[in-house]
């Protein structure tokens, strides 16, 4: 028996198949580029992650408070989570299935060149041109999307940050107000006590004074759980435990001038909603297109070989191998899942879209809000500081020193307490309500928090 002869396939063949199937690689998977970079789409740094998270000192001020949340808050994490996660999704969407290796071999087909003896063979399954694209393109907008909503978080931490700070300032200042008008009130308590010891005075007074001062103990015991409820409150933004030490809160006025209609442009423009939502259509848009291709057939190429046996019955058997490239073709029958799924990307264009107009008009009612506020707190402060509280504080200390020289009654001496301590708390209340006006413009406008 002669020994079985192999030939070598011809070159030009192979050649020929393979650029086929690069081809078709390059028009399908253009953008497999977008697995590891989508446009617009930054990757979290680790070394936020990796950095321990910095000790809060005495004087730290409110945006320390700010920076320490940002590293720390959970929620940051999962957004940063998510981002990773759908970064990972977007090669996957670029890519080919994986080809299949065929082998085949038993009692098979007889030939002139002789008897086969076993087949090999490998296939690569093809998606019509565009197919993969859209679908990454797709993947890596709602990535994208995803680091938007990153930064959409990042604000929202941090304005809630700024907003329990100054809720605790109010809290903390109705406190020290509080204890502060109780030694003002003893001062009118020792005047009274002087006009009954000589008797120009009634105990009457002296027993109104009592239930004034009691009144205020009732006041500092409310203050100083409303204290402590909102430094909990501030903690855990900073994952903190609850009662763990926080620096005073300070009130620093930071007036805000620039033009509402400025700020609504820019907020329009850069807010990190507005940019993901717009990512959401975007993606929706390529899921539609994808969904448009799913009518047209895909591909499979293929490269077969047999080994052909020279012991063959026929007198002509010489052992030539084989070698063959098929092309298979899918057939886009059943067009109606086909057109559930246009109606389905099509419904999440309308959603999208939807989604985009909400995010934008909901900025500009809270972004026309925290303006308007900020603005209607800046003036009153101006006012208290300028005129209510100077004239306040020297018309009890007038009305104190008649009432100790028996010019002006006791009821008079006692307004003017009150009205002393009203002042003073409406005066923090509303630097507390500039300070939350002021985290809430931040906000609106995609101000960026510290790093």
Not at 41 to 49: D, E, L, R
Not at 256 to 266: G, T, Y
Not at 300 to 326: E, I, K, Y
Not at 403 to 410: D, E, I, P, T, V
Request: proline content about 5%; aromatic content about 4%.
């Amino acid at each position: 028996m002669q020994p079985r002869t192999t030939i070598q396939f011809p070159l030009h063949l192979g050649t020929l198949t393979l650029s086929v199937i690069a081809t078709f690689c390059l028009s399908s998977c253009s953008t497999a580029k977008l697995g590891t970079s989508p446009q617009g789409v930054a990757t979290p740094s680790k070394a936020v992650q990796a950095a321990s998270a910095p000790s809060l000192g005495a004087g730290a001020g409110l945006e320390d408070l700010v920076s320490f949340a940002l590293q720390n808050h959970p929620d940051i994490h999962a957004a940063e989570a998510n981002v990773r996660l759908l970064l990972a999704r977007v090669p996957q969407a670029a890519s080919l299935p994986d080809p299949k290796l065929k082998l085949g071999g038993g009692s098979m087909a007889e030939t002139a060149a002789g008897r086969i003896e076993w087949m090999t063979g490998v296939e690569q399954a093809l998606p019509y041109p565009g197919k993969l694209r859209e679908l990454a393109r797709a993947a890596g907008k709602e990535a994208e999307a995803a680091t938007q909503e990153l930064a959409a978080v990042r604000l929202r931490v941090a304005a809630d940050v700024r907003k329990a700070y100054w809720h605790y300032y109010l809290a903390r200042r109705t406190t020290e107000i509080t204890s502060e008008n109780l030694k003002a009130l003893a001062l009118v308590q020792e005047s009274a006590d002087a006009r009954v010891a000589a008797n120009r005075g009634s105990q009457e007074d002296q027993l109104r004074l009592a239930n004034e001062a009691g009144k205020q103990d009732k006041m500092l015991i409310e203050s100083r759980q409303a204290e402590a409820s909102a430094r909990s409150r501030l903690n855990a933004l900073l994952d903190r435990p609850s009662g763990a030490a926080l620096p005073a809160p300070v009130f620093q006025a930071a007036p805000q001038k620039e033009d509402l209609a400025i700020l609504q442009r820019r907020a329009q423009q850069t807010h990190p909603n507005v940019r993901a939502a717009a990512a959401h259509l975007q993606a929706s848009q390529h899921r539609l297109k994808r969904a448009q291709l799913d009518r047209l057939p895909d591909f499979t190429l293929g490269l077969q070989h047999a080994a052909v046996s020279n012991s063959g019955l026929a007198p002509s058997a010489n052992g030539r191998d084989q070698l063959f490239a098929t092309l298979g073709i899918t057939l886009p029958l059943w067009q109606a899942p086909r057109r559930g799924k246009i109606e389905e990307a099509a419904s999440g264009i309308e959603g999208a879209a939807a989604e985009l107009r909400s995010q934008e008009t909901t900025l500009r009612h809270l972004l026309e809000d925290a303006w308007l506020r900020a603005q209607s707190a800046e003036t009153l402060i101006a006012l208290f500081d300028r005129q209510i509280l100077p004239e306040a504080q020297q018309a009890f200390d007038s009305v104190l020193s008649s009432y100790a020289a028996g010019s002006q009654s006791f009821v008079d001496a006692l307004d003017a307490w009150r009205q002393l301590l009203a002042f003073q708390l409406q005066q923090a209340a509303n630097q507390s309500q500039l300070g939350q006006a002021m985290a809430d413009l931040k906000f609106a406008t995609g101000e960026p928090s510290p790093k």
